[in-house]
């Protein structure tokens, strides 16, 4: 819904986005006891029980962990994942690559609610999702699966992805942690100094845990400092449990999430994935032997699985002390509508030289279609978050159907594109599939084997594949006007073939609604409002080295747009970019101390023809710090939605928190005296407003 005037937009409701999450509503006293009393009861076989899956293989999706009925506790039913639940038919989301650029809190939160609900429908009660790995370099083949290059967007999202599927069922934010190259996901190891870990890679796994408080986490494949996750007691231990206050429980990732018997369940890892390899009879007869596990660890470790199934009240017909929902929530109405609203707030415009588009529905106009992937479909990986839905909507049907009284004709990939001229535009729809990027799993292999050429893994360029890059140049060389609309989970290089196409779009990878969204777009139905939560560099040079044979891989303080920034690279999209088909203006910016942080207040005018959205970001610079800066970070932002000619005061609340930085000396986090600029604007590098405070001796003076 549109604001009107005189109003004031909260850029992150925290009341209204985690309202709902039944893990903030746990009597955790009572459920201790409880448990206690449980565990009291139960033999050490009944605890072993509890810390590995049942078996290899999914049953209907669910993977079952646990669960004994002779003391009355039901199994885990875990089901993947991002972008909606795997199993059967459910509602294909947008993937969250695509969902983060909507910046839209409270659309995640709904989709969070939605995907829980479908999930417990489904009978399972722990959903394998969010995807949190940061995206340190867009060529991670994963890239679809998280929500961006920035740690407090990241987290934004994911807390409010998991408050709203906590209405439902427990979530598994994942994996933990650094998990961000997918060749060599199981051997590689991540090097990462203390500050770039606490103040880049982990500020927004601690978010989604200590705000929405994550039921569960799920452990990585890879090494961090040398060491497999599923077995590293700072991360397990130290950070999750001690510094973050975790209650939940940590599974492994399946099947090589676990490298050792004593290690892992000593650092922490309380549940083998999918079943028990190292945590198996033998396995663990011959750890409790030699004494290098005791049973004090086991009770420790299942105690936590059993403390969340007394705490989320699991039972046979439901979770959180709600019935199992009517199936018939699985892609109903509602669903199906929300997947579509979320694929059109996440499109990106890109370009629209000449103001191409909106193109008119109207009798006249001819729109020439082209390429395989308009008629294909295509929603991304076919890893571990695949979704298949009982329809999907593509971009050739989307455009016929929304194109009123316009003439629509389609061209695929190998049509001859002589007869473009005689169209008015050429929509063009090219990109990555899930043979480009993806998960790379054994299964994947499998297929590839048997001719099928399902790849997935990593992209070693951001290039187009050549053939698709070949179907813009030929359709823009015929064509009066192209409008080329991209579909993939990352960034894409465009620079070399943008200055021959008149508009640009990136549509992601959809979901089951993403030709309605896509049509609606084009022909104005809305305004386009996605921003980029990946910069588009104009080079690959432009970013760091990548490397997808690494098996270690240096993290520092520097990627993305703070790479960008460091080494002076202007990009060819910076971070947050995206325009529409009207325009804002921010004013009157106002920046004052509010308990333990500020308060930014900004007066959001729409001055354009139409109504739209916009999302206002605040960045922060930090001069005259005693330890290295980056350039700015992202510590604030708000989507608002405005009539044309309307105005509305957006308020966004940093915390002095996000103003530290992490001293790996005293393992702290240290509010320094400093000067602080807080830049607000329309993406990383169009920041028109700015404000100065300074802390000096501990007290705060605007400057
Ligand atoms: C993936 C996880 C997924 C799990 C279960 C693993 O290969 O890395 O993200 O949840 O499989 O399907």
Redesign the pocket.
Known sequence: MSSTADSTVKAFDADAIHAGNFALRIDHEKVGRETDALMARMSLAQKINEIRGRQPQPIDGL?YAGGDESVGIEPWKMV??PRGARTGNATAFPVAIARAASFDVDLERRVGMAIGLEVAAKGGNVL?AP?LNLLRHPGWGRAQETYSEDPHHTGAMGAAFISGAQNHVLTSP??FALNNLENTRFELSAEIDARSLHEVYLPHFKRCVVEARAASV?SA?NKVGGRHCGEHPELLDEILRGDWGFLGFVES???LGVRSTAPSLNAGLDIEMPTGFRFGDDELEEALASGEVSEEVIHRNARRSVYQKLAWQLSRDGVAGKARPDPAVVECEEHVALAREAAEKSIVLLKNAGEVLPLAPEAGVRVAVVGDLADSINLGDR???MVTSSSVTLPLQGIRAGAGAATVEYFASDADFSRLADFDVAVVVAGLTYRDEG?F?PMAQKEAEDGELARGGDRETLDLPPEQRDLIERAAAAAKLTVVVLQGGSAILVDDWIDRVDALLMAWYGGREGGHALARVLFGEVSPSGRLPVSIPREMDHLMPWDVTALSVEHGLLHGYRWLDHHGHEPAFPFGFGLGYTSFELANLQLVRADDGFRCRVDVCNTGPRGGATIVQLYVSCRDSKVFRVEKELKGFGRIDLEAGATATLEVDIRDEALCFYDADTRSWQLEDCRYLFHLGHSSLDLPLSAEWLQAGGEWGAA
């Open positions: 993977y993947d994942g394998l995807t994942k994996h799920m494949y990732d399946w099947f890893g571990s978050s998960e799993i």
